[in-house]
């Protein structure tokens, strides 16, 4: 069974400060993807990663494969309130299948 | 429509009752998905129908599960006999064959 464990499950912080999730895996994925979750809704897609190493950069986001297509991470600069959520990163297993696997979440709170 | 629809949104339900979880995919997604989220925690993956392959069931928790596609159109997920332990919010995605998860906003069931 291909599992994704994120880390750390819960942050509380405060508006301005630094922080990094991470997702970890012993599987390798084709690919991954980051989704945030507000309450009451679905998650939302961020970004997907596809090229071990890639990096990517969304406006205060900065999201990274690993080399070995095993693990990512994402770091948020300067948080703001509106960056709260449920952060779930997604694994891919590749070929005929798009079926992903989810990670166990990381809920961050962003304190004004 | 614009997005996946679910309904209900919400369903509470009496132990040993048979449930309908119903799920519109956005018109000419090929695969659906089914997961299973528990309160703050990451997503459980139950059923994936890819076009007219055969479904992945290899998430549904116990034979009291099951999903039915129609087509590429709407699916139902049933849950008979339900327990207390099935209560959780139950959410669809659809995508294109190889394109990220659209979600719907669920459907959270409660088991008295």
Do not use: M
Not at chain 1, 33 to 60: A, D
Not at chain 2, 5 to 14: G, H
Not at chain 2, 67 to 77: D, H, N, P, W
Request: glycine share 12%; hydrophobic share 30%; with cysteine.
């Amino acid at each position: 069974t291909q599992l994704l464990e994120q880390s750390p499950q819960f942050l509380s912080i405060q508006e301005g400060e630094n922080l990094t999730v991470y997702c970890n895996s012993s599987s390798v994925f084709s690919s991954l993807q980051w989704y945030r979750q507000e309450p009451g809704e679905g998650p939302v897609l961020l970004v997907t990663v596809v090229t071990g190493g890639e990096v990517k950069k969304l406006k205060r986001l900065t999201f990274q494969f690993g080399d070995a297509r095993k693990d990512s991470s994402l770091h948020i600069t300067a948080a703001q309130p509106g960056d709260t959520g449920l952060y779930l990163c997604a694994g891919a297993q590749g070929g005929a299948t798009n079926k992903l696997i989810f990670g166990t979440g990381t809920l961050l709170a962003v304190q004004p | 429509g614009a997005g996946v629809s679910q309904s209900p949104s919400n369903k509470v339900t009496e132990k040993g009752k048979d449930v309908e979880l119903r799920c519109d995919p956005i018109s000419g997604h090929t695969a659906l998905y089914w997961y299973r989220q528990r309160l703050g925690q990451g997503l459980e993956f139950l059923i994936y129908f890819q076009g007219n392959s055969a479904p992945d069931k290899s998430g549904l928790p116990s034979d009291r599960f099951s999903a039915e596609r129609t087509g590429e159109s709407v699916s139902t997920l049933t849950i008979q006999r339900t327990q207390q332990e099935d209560s959780a919010v139950y959410l669809c995605a659809s995508s294109l064959a190889r394109g990220p998860l659209h979600f719907g906003n669920g459907t959270r069931l409660t088991v008295t």
